[in-house]
């Protein structure tokens, strides 16, 4: 089995597990192995999936202000957890590709596998709530047409974006590519570098 075609199918039971209840506070039960990467990858959605909802119920206009802080503030974490995971998984994959021989002529990609893979998961969340709306009986059939129009682009690129990734990876593994895992340092979680929040030490 290709990497993505594992990927995609943890995503999909990701997404059907949360929609199970539905709620941003409900325990996640991840059913893989806990230093496995398809562990890791159920993680990743998970979290995906999560402030996925965390992002509609923001934009509620009558939402009352100091839920909506709180929120900020779990989008806030889980905006960190999700780089540190996807920082995670590249670490994975330098562990996996540790002893193959780079070729004189490799090049670097623009991005990181792991990256990639972040916006995998981001996709199938697309398609599964895009699909919903398709399938809304409430909906006008112009809405309707358009999301059905908009599906077939985002499974396009899910095509487009797991092919993609595999051969990234099959360059990696053959020394065609080479990989470096940068981390992102974003300073502004950061109270030593964020001046609002040393400032006020």
Not at 42 to 54: A, G, N, R
Not at 55 to 73: F, S, V, Y
Not at 128 to 139: F, K, L, P, S, T
Not at 186 to 199: A, H
Request: hydrophobic residues 35%; glycine residues 0%.
């Amino acid at each position: 089995m290709l990497f993505t075609e594992q990927a995609n199918e943890i995503f999909n039971r990701v997404i059907a597990d949360y929609h199970v209840t539905d709620d941003v506070d409900t325990p996640i039960h991840n059913p893989y192995p806990k230093d496995s990467i398809e562990n890791r990858l159920y993680l990743k959605c998970w979290i995906d999936t999560v402030q996925w909802h965390f992002e509609d119920l923001i934009r509620d206009p009558h939402i009352d202000p100091l839920d909506a802080l709180q929120l900020k503030r779990r989008i806030d974490k889980s905006n960190q957890d999700r780089t540190d995971l996807v920082e995670e998984i590249d670490s994975w994959f330098r562990s996996q590709y540790i002893d193959v021989k780079v070729l004189p002529d490799a090049r670097l990609n623009t991005e990181s596998p792991a990256w990639a893979i972040d916006r995998l998961s981001i996709l199938a969340l697309k398609i599964y709530h895009m699909q919903e709306q398709v399938e809304r009986q409430d909906a006008a059939a112009e809405h309707i047409a358009k999301c059905k129009a908009k599906l077939s682009v985002l499974l396009e690129q899910q095509k487009d974006l797991s092919l993609a990734i595999d051969q990234l990876l099959e360059d990696i593994e053959a020394g065609r590519k080479y990989m470096k895992v940068y981390r992102q340092m974003k300073m502004y979680n950061d109270p030593s570098t964020n001046p609002v929040l040393y400032n006020k030490r």
